[in-house]
């Protein structure tokens, strides 16, 4: 090495932005974990007819309201592939409104490892962000995590 100006050739070659590239398994299906509250989703899609399974049953009896219909449903009516794909969901932890959060989180991951070009959609529409909101805990000294207990003079 003579000069400083010969190190430049021997730094690696950095690339201008990540690779998402297509993760799937043997079975043709792309696997991840969504969370929300202390809900954890694990999902599983693969090209089907549009079949909807979580934790066995069917995904209209297991979340009866609508709204949470609505909820799992949203990232794959943002990408237009209604009916494109079945999706196998397991749920544990939390309530019926975390469950759903959570199961929509992992189905945006999963269609991402799937079809990486889906990525910029479900970006914008905030799907791929895990929303951290938790229970706060209770504080001693509290009749909640922040509610005080009632005072009185006398």
């Known amino acids: ?11 690696p070659a950095q690339d201008a932005a990540p690779a998402h590239v297509r993760k799937v398994d043997s079975l043709g299906r792309s ?6 509250k202390n809900a954890v989703a694990r999902v599983w899609v693969k090209p089907g007819t549009g079949k909807i399974t979580v934790n066995g049953r069917e995904f209209r009896t297991y979340f009866a309201r609508p709204v949470l219909q609505m909820i799992l449903q949203q990232p794959i009516v943002a ?3 209604d009916g494109q794909f079945d999706i196998i969901a397991t749920v544990h932890g939390g309530g019926l409104s975390g469950q759903a959060g959570a199961v929509r989180h992992g189905l945006s991951k999963a269609l991402t490892y799937f079809e990486p070009g889906l990525r910029p959609v479900l970006k914008k529409g905030g799907f791929l962000t895990r929303d951290s ?18 005072f009185s003079k006398r």
């Open 31 to 36: 696997y991840a974990t969504g969370k929300r």
């Open 1 to 11: 090495m003579a000069d400083l100006s010969s190190l430049k050739d021997l730094a």
């Open 79 to 81: 990408v237009a592939r």
């Open 133 to 150: 909101r938790v229970v706060e805990r209770k504080k001693y000294g509290k009749a909640k995590a922040r509610r005080s207990f009632q």
